[in-house]
């Protein structure tokens, strides 16, 4: 049996390994279907051998971790000419690691799994930052360590700068107000599973936005797929198939939507956005009784 698209993205969030390309490309065929990943796997495996020659020439593999990192940024922004794409920032070609290999462009978390993939095969040990809006990288000083103060936080979007705490909270008083405390859990190792479901969200509220409402749905999905309680998730999958007259699976949605919420406990928005979807819910019986 062929397993769906949301069924095979959730099957390589629990895959063992380092790997995050080839989820990433799985993510890509919500807007590529016939996405073949291998030509951008080998390519990668080609830039990941070129970056190794280039950090043991200059500085070298026992140089300081901030030699190697400047050798890397030289090598992936210097030499290949990638770069984060402000003037286009909204454009879902950013969440596509195929485009962002083909364009050089991309946004912080699609720039982040470059510069991982690469750095990685150059001989460093490289992770994600799930950081509050904006996705960092950690490289760590040694290929055996577990010790995540023994590294430094890169900002791939940004050229590769290094980035101390101060820059961090900085970083996040700009994208969550100056409001927002800054703890060191803030800077934990991503899990797959986390990008994946961010990469998903950010594709999701791009197609919502422009309506491409297939693809958003198709999003959803594999959102559901890899965190089955998300309310949210279940809610917007109901909207969207409502939005594109499939009334049988938006009453479904919004009807199983509406029995779980009422168990939760629910401040005076979510009651509010409850009572919007029992209004659907209402018309969507109505018209899937006219169906029948």
Known sequence: MVKSLAEQIADAADRPGPDLAAPAFLVARIEYPRLDPSPYLDRLDDMGDAAFH???KDPGHDAPLAARIDAVNRFLFGELGFTGNREQYDDPRNSCLNEVMDRKKGIPITMALIYIEVARRAGL?????NFPGHFLTRILRDLRTDDRDDGLIVDPFHGGAILNEADCRQLLNRFMGEDAAFEPALLARATRRQVLVRMLLNLKR?????????QARATTDALLALQPTSLADLRDRGLLAYHMNDFSHALRDLEEYLKLARLSEQDEDERKETEKVWEHVKTLRRRVAQLN
């Open 125 to 129: 040990r490289a992770e994600g930052v």
């Open 206 to 214: 791009l197609y919502v936005r422009m309506h491409s409402f297939p």
């Open 54 to 56: 280039f950090v043991a």
